[in-house]
């Protein structure tokens, strides 16, 4: 099975802090994307990644970067925190292509930030 | 660029009902991924069903069914019988063909099923 690991599962962080926020996968997937979920917004994408080193921005990438330095690892920054990122961080990763009995992006149980 | 809509923000059902969840997409291409995932209380996104632009084939899972229609850009999830494990938020998604582009998804439902 498909393992995506999200470093913390609750995170608590104060205004201003570096934060990181660390994925892995361990099936070698070409892509990796972040999410954020908030009620009644459904999930965003902030960034995506579809290989080592590359990263194109998503809906929302405003106040996040991200690093892609191996290829089982995305890691979401927020370089100055504030308190409307405070939210639900979902990642989760994919092959490059589908194929016929493929499935598609498998999410991590996300990581649940609070900025006071 | 795409969309989905899910118009129902939160359903409540008591069990043993019937329950449609709808989802409306827009793309201008011709190949593309629908999908539904459910998110349990627990939080982890669960994957339900993938379905290609190419096959309108409806497809029944245990109490679950969906319906594709390209006519109309739908493509509706109805639980059958519907049990208190139900209650979660359920998310409809679509992706493109190609092999690097992210999932849109839609706002979710919430369905509450009451025993």
């Known amino acids: 099975d498909v393992k995506v690991t999200q470093s913390s599962r609750y995170l608590v962080k104060r205004t201003g802090e570096k934060v990181f926020l660390e994925c892995v996968q361990d099936?070698?997937?070409?892509?990796m994307f972040w999410y954020r979920q908030d009620p009644g917004l459904g999930l965003r994408l902030i960034y995506f990644s579809y290989d080592v080193k590359m990263k194109e921005k998503g809906d929302i990438p405003e106040g996040y970067s991200v690093s892609r330095e191996k290829k089982e690892r995305f890691s979401l920054i927020l370089e100055s925190a504030s308190t409307n990122q405070t939210s639900m961080y979902l990642c989760?990763?994919?092959?490059?292509?589908?194929?016929?009995?493929?499935?598609?992006?498998?999410f991590g149980d996300g990581t649940r930030l609070s900025i006071l | 660029a795409q969309k989905v809509t899910q118009a129902q923000t939160e359903i409540s059902v008591v069990e043993k009902e019937d329950v449609t969840l709808d989802c409306v997409y827009e793309?201008?291409?011709?190949?593309?991924?629908l999908f539904w995932y459910k998110q349990p209380p627990s939080g982890e996104l669960v994957f339900l069903i993938r379905r290609n632009s190419f096959d309108e084939q409806n497809e029944i899972s245990g109490r679950y069914s969906w319906n594709f229609q390209k006519s109309t850009s739908s493509f509706n999830f109805t639980i059958t019988a519907s049990q208190v494990v139900d209650s979660a938020v359920y998310f409809c998604?679509?992706?493109?063909?190609?092999?690097?582009?992210?999932?849109?998804f839609g706002k979710g439902t919430r369905l509450s099923v009451i025993a």
């Open positions: 099936m070698d997937h070409e892509n």
């Open positions: 998604a679509l992706s493109l063909f190609s092999g690097n582009t992210p999932l849109v």
């Open positions: 989760a990763s994919s092959p490059y292509s589908f194929k016929a009995n493929n499935q598609p992006q498998h």
């Open positions: 793309t201008r291409d011709t190949t593309y991924y």
